[in-house]
């Protein structure tokens, strides 16, 4: 089964890896989520940084990507399972202190 570009990044932010993500498989928890995040910033042209639920509400709007999640949910349930892990959001938590790149 193939998955839209929103599909892939939502993945990766969720820290969920997948075969068809080429390039990610072998990541570490915080390096998914940082890739997922680029990857709906470079899709969308805006950044709600870690944010799920501010991700959702943009992507169910403007379906950029191909995003795919019903309108009527409040979270799919991998945006759900993601903030109910204490490794991912400890894995953010690290993210959100890295020094911000310079442009």
Known sequence: MR???AQGAV???CGVSHPGLRGYRHLTLAERIRGGRALLVQISGKDFSYDLAAWHAHLKESRQGGYTWARTIMLP???KSALASEEWRQAVSELEQ???ARS
Do not use: A, Y
Request: avoid cysteine; aromatic fraction near 0%.
């Open 98 to 100: 890295e020094p911000k």
């Open 11 to 13: 993945r990766l932010i």
């Open 3 to 5: 998955m839209t570009p």
């Open 77 to 79: 349930r991998i945006m």
